[in-house]
């Protein structure tokens, strides 16, 4: 799956990413919420107007989450195990939703990086992305 | 047949007017083979493709990038009538290309990362919801008439 060159261009892509994770986050989630409504199903209480505080924060989490799936991606089961079983017992988000956040985190990666957004750096991501999304759903049944 | 709002012609229009098409497709086409290596499977008379490089590289990579977004602006002059303006494509990819139309959903977003890569902080939420609607029409049409 991942090669060694693919983690090494996630983990340099990533530090850009860093310092803003929260805005990243939230501009994610945003980008899913706008290009597919039907991911607001998951998010009735909510609010999610623009601006809104509870995006934000759940922008920071998802991307904090990320930001330890790329300091582990050697072990992402093991990493990402106890957000493997909250999506599974308690969140039970449709799979087929990970791809489509993926797309936005992607857009977003690729909006603030441009051209540094390369080929072979979106590649490792879509990889990692793909993985990130077969954890989590690893437990579903 | 599909609705689109004035403002949704806007962004379209205003974002394809800005596209380089042969650069565009040329990067789209690239990156889908680099991205999804098992799309190379349809391009085996195209050389060396051996590497992300040689693929960027590739003179029938960039030829036929420029073809495919080509193609794809006659959906955005015409968007109220996709299928149709579509219809012999169709036909075309099923009957003669055998491409599974998943490969139409994969290159559609794979365009979208290469418009928000170009346009940056201009390629808005809103600007992304409505291209993805568009290839979303656009790779509809194109397996419509698959049989």
Same mark, same amino acid.
């Given at each position: 799956m991942l090669t060694a060159e693919d983690k090494k261009l996630i983990q340099q892509a990533w530090e850009k990413a860093a310092s803003h994770q929260e805005e990243f986050g939230a501009e994610a989630l945003i980008r899913m919420f706008t290009a597919y409504p039907q991911t607001k199903t998951y998010f009735p209480h909510f609010d999610l107007s623009a601006g809104s505080d509870q995006i934000r924060g759940h922008g920071k989490k998802v991307f904090g989450a990320l930001s330890n799936a790329v300091k582990n991606v050697d072990n992402l089961s093991q990493a990402l195990s106890e957000l493997s079983n909250l999506h599974a017992y308690n969140l039970r988000v449709d799979p087929v939703n990970f791809k489509l956040l993926s797309q936005c985190i992607q857009v977003v990666l690729a909006a603030h990086m441009g051209k540094d957004y390369s080929p072979e750096v979106h590649a490792a991501f879509d990889k990692f992305l793909s993985a990130v999304s077969a954890v989590l759903a690893e437990k579903y049944r | 047949m599909v609705h689109w709002s004035a403002e949704e012609k806007q962004l379209i229009t205003s974002v394809w007017g800005k596209v380089n098409v042969e650069e565009c497709g040329a990067e789209a086409l690239a990156r889908l083979l680099i991205v999804?290596?098992?799309?190379?499977?349809? *391009?085996?008379? *195209?050389?060396?493709?051996?590497?992300p490089t040689a693929i960027i590289g590739n003179p029938k990579v960039r030829a036929h990038g420029k073809k495919v977004l080509s193609s794809f602006g006659e959906a955005v002059k015409n968007l109220d009538n996709i299928k149709n303006t579509y219809a012999r494509l169709s036909e075309l990819h099923c009957e003669k290309l055998h491409v599974d139309p998943e490969n139409f959903r994969l290159l559609g977003n794979i365009l979208i990362i290469v418009l928000a890569a170009h346009f940056t902080k201009d390629f808005t939420p809103t600007c992304q919801a409505v291209w993805q609607k568009l290839v979303s029409v656009v790779a509809h049409a194109l397996a419509y008439k698959y049989h």
């Open positions: - | 999804y290596p098992w799309t190379q499977r349809f *391009f085996d008379n *195209f050389g060396n493709l051996s590497s």
